[in-house]
């Protein structure tokens, strides 16, 4: 039996990347998945190749009311939601004296946004349910800052408290609020932002000697989204072969 046998979670983001093998890890620990992506096609076909009731929805997290449209969808389907992780994001690197401001707001959009309204759709659920857990994807650029990544960083560092917060509101509800900080991860997205010298630069610098893979980013998310986290709230953890330490 899996530790996550019999719960409905929603995941965003989960069309590809780290997304991706956090419902592979969810339906192979027994969870019912909905699989939220920005592109339907990409989400559909992720949930076709999961075993259980697995269902590929659009959603762009940037937009409250598809975010609103997806969540009904999910409660209407399967009458709970379990499990929330906000795990959708993007970014594009430059100095920040060098950014475009319409990247600005994408970046908060996507990545602070996102984790509103979400957050606003599900945790009412969640409330009168009386359980539930969410996972919020940070990162370590939230936590040190990364050069290239300044509002990024702001957002994810926004996505940080905003946990804590969420953590202090929802236990009186035994609603648990976590959140989960990648360091670098060998994803597409991280390939689009920099060269071979690049990667094997960090690779010097992380402690373990690699980059993350997606798969230890979901086994992490697994765990706080699970029943063996059931005393653990308001944490931030960082996923990244101690090239960060806290």
């Known amino acids: 039996m899996g530790r996550l046998e019999d719960k409905v979670a929603i995941v965003t983001g989960a069309g590809q990347g780290i997304g991706r093998a956090i419902v592979e890890k969810f339906a192979a620990e027994g969870a019912t998945v909905a699989v939220a992506d920005v592109n339907e096609e990409a989400a559909k076909a992720v949930a076709a190749s999961l075993s259980g009731e697995a269902v590929g929805l659009a959603a762009d997290v940037s937009s409250r009311e598809a975010v609103d449209a997806m969540v009904a969808a999910v409660h209407e389907r399967f009458g709970r939601i379990d499990v929330l ?43 009168e349910q009386g359980h539930g857990a969410v996972v919020n994807l940070g990162s370590d650029a939230g936590r040190v800052g990364s050069s290239g990544e300044a509002v990024y960083s702001a957002a994810k560092g926004g996505v940080i408290s905003f946990t804590k917060t969420m953590a202090r509101e929802m236990a009186r509800h035994q609603v648990r609020v976590n959140c989960v900080c990648p360091g670098p991860t060998d994803t597409a997205l991280f390939a689009s932002m920099g060269d071979e010298r690049f990667r094997q630069s960090l690779e010097r610098a992380i402690p373990l000697r690699r980059l993350a893979q997606p798969a230890d980013i979901a086994n992490a998310v697994a765990f706080y989204a699970s029943d063996e986290a059931s005393y653990i709230t308001g944490q931030t953890i960082s996923v990244s072969g101690g090239l960060t330490m806290s």
Do not use: C, E, Q
Request: proline residues 7%.
């Open 85 to 127: 992780v906000n795990n959708a994001g993007w970014d594009v690197a430059s100095p920040f004296v060098d950014s475009d401001p319409d990247d600005w707001d994408r970046v908060i959009r996507i990545n602070l946004y996102g984790v509103l309204h979400t957050s606003k759709a599900v945790l009412p659920i969640m409330a």
